[in-house]
């Protein structure tokens, strides 16, 4: 399945937390950064199936609490 890629804005939305917060968690390892040179701000994409979501009011979608941090994502790089 592809994935779903969402702009920074929309990752902060989902998330409940300030586009600084993607930023970091992407810097950190714990979500894949997906380059998109039509993109007029910054080209990164974010994948929402890596994006754990926020706690929202289903009636007014106010923002009860933000998600926890994701883990780091393991790549399978480093040998045991």
């Excluded at 994935?3 to 992407?26: F, K, M, N, Q, S």
């Excluded at 701000?41 to 706690?55: F, T």
């Excluded at 998600?67 to 040998?79: F, K, N, Q, S, T």
Aim: proline share 9%; net charge neutral; glycine share 6%.
């Amino acid at each position: 399945m592809p994935p779903h890629l969402v702009t920074e804005d929309l990752a902060a939305y989902w998330t409940g937390r300030p586009a600084a917060t993607i930023r970091r968690w992407a810097a950190e390892g714990r979500l894949t950064r997906h380059g998109d040179t039509k993109r007029r701000r910054n080209g990164v994409l974010y994948d929402l199936a890596e994006l754990p979501a926020a706690n929202r009011d289903n009636d007014t979608r106010e923002l009860i609490t933000p998600a926890e941090a994701p883990p780091v994502i393991d790549h399978g790089l480093l040998a045991a």
